[in-house]
C-alpha cells in the first residue's frame, strides 16, 4: 500500500499523470470517431502538456521551497533535476513527433499554447490594470476546461479533417461540448480545495463566489447533468457504458473520498486520474462488445 501511495505522489510530483491524462483524452477522441489512433498526436499531446505543466511550476518557485506548507512543492524542488530530465525527455519527443503531423495542425497547436499561457500572463483589462485570465471573476475554471477541450477534441479533429478524414460536424460539436461539462467537473473539486489559497490572491474562483458548499452542489449537478446528455446521445452503447460508469466512480470519489477530506491536498488529484479512466473505461467497452 505504502509503495502504491508513493507511486501515486510520483506521478503527481512530476506532472506524468496529467501528461498521461492529456493523451487519455486525445486517444479518446479517435475511439469516438471510430477511426486509428494517431501515436504522433497523441505523443504531442502528452509531451506538450508535460512541459507546459513543467515550465509553469519551475516558474512558481518559492523563494524557499522547503519551508513551503505543500508537500508537493517541497519535494519537487528537492528532486528538480527530475522534472528538467523529463521536460528533456519530453521537447525531444515533441520534436520528434510534430515532423508527423500537417503544418496548419502545429499553428493550431501553436494557438493552443498562447491561448494556454494567457492564463497568467496580464493581457487583459480588468478594474483598471492588466491581468490574466486567472484574475478574471470566474474564468479560471472555464479557461482550463476550453484549452483542454480544443487541444484533446478540436486538435485531432482538425487532423483528421486535414488527412481527409470525414468528421460529422454534429458529432463534434456533441463531444466538444460534453468534454467541456467533463471537464469543468474535474476541474472544480481542485478550486474548491484551494478556496483559500486563491482567496489570499484576491483570485475569485467560482467557489470563492458562491461558497465552498454551493460549488459541492454545482459538481454534482454538472455530473448529473453530464449522464444525462450522455444517456440521451447517439453514442453507441459501449461509449455511453465507458462514460456513465466513469462518471458513477467519479461520484463515489467525490463523495467518499475528495468532499469528505478536502483538507487532504492530493486528493483532488483523483480527479486527473478518472481522465485517464474514462479512456480505460471506454476502451474495454468497445473490446467487450467488440
Not at 528537492?78 to 528533456?88: D, G, I, M, P, R
Not at 515533441?94 to 498562447?114: D, E, K, P, W
Not at 484551494?194 to 461558497?211: A, M
Amino acid at each position: 500500500m505504502n509503495a502504491l501511495r508513493q507511486s501515486y505522489y510520483f506521478l503527481i510530483h512530476t506532472n506524468l499523470l496529467i501528461a498521461g491524462a492529456a493523451m487519455a483524452q486525445c486517444a479518446l477522441t479517435y475511439l469516438f470517431f471510430n477511426v486509428p489512433f494517431d501515436y504522433a498526436m497523441i505523443a504531442i499531446e502528452g509531451s506538450a502538456t508535460l512541459v507546459l505543466y513543467n515550465f509553469s511550476l519551475l516558474l512558481s518557485r518559492p523563494k524557499d521551497p522547503s519551508k513551503s506548507i505543500y508537500k508537493r512543492t517541497r519535494w519537487v524542488f528537492k528532486n528538480e533535476w527530475v522534472l528538467w530530465l523529463n521536460s528533456l525527455i519530453a521537447i525531444l519527443i515533441l520534436g520528434y513527433s510534430v515532423f508527423y503531423i500537417h503544418f496548419y495542425s502545429l499553428l493550431f497547436l501553436g494557438a493552443i499554447g498562447l491561448f494556454s499561457i494567457a492564463y497568467s500572463f496580464p493581457v487583459f483589462p480588468y478594474q483598471g490594470k492588466k491581468v490574466g485570465l486567472r484574475q478574471l471573476p470566474a474564468m479560471k475554471i472555464f479557461h482550463i476546461a476550453l484549452v483542454w477541450t480544443l487541444s484533446s477534441v478540436c486538435l485531432p479533429a482538425f487532423e483528421l479533417f486535414l488527412n481527409d478524414v470525414h468528421i460529422d460536424s454534429h458529432r463534434l460539436v456533441l463531444l466538444f461540448a460534453l468534454k467541456f461539462i467533463f471537464l469543468l467537473i474535474c476541474t472544480l473539486p481542485f478550486d474548491i480545495r484551494d478556496i483559500k489559497q486563491d482567496s489570499y490572491y484576491h483570485l475569485k474562483t467560482i467557489p470563492n463566489i458562491i461558497g465552498a458548499q454551493r460549488a459541492i452542489r454545482l459538481c454534482y449537478m454538472l455530473l448529473g447533468l453530464h449522464s444525462f446528455f450522455v444517456a440521451l446521445t447517439i453514442f453507441p452503447l459501449p461509449l455511453k457504458l465507458g462514460i456513465l460508469s466513469t462518471n458513477f466512480l467519479i461520484g463515489i470519489t467525490l463523495r467518499t473520498v475528495v468532499f469528505r477530506n478536502a483538507d487532504r491536498y492530493h486528493n483532488a488529484y483523483l480527479l486527473d486520474f478518472a481522465l485517464v479512466v474514462q479512456f480505460i473505461m471506454v476502451f474495454f467497452a468497445f473490446r467487450l462488445f467488440d
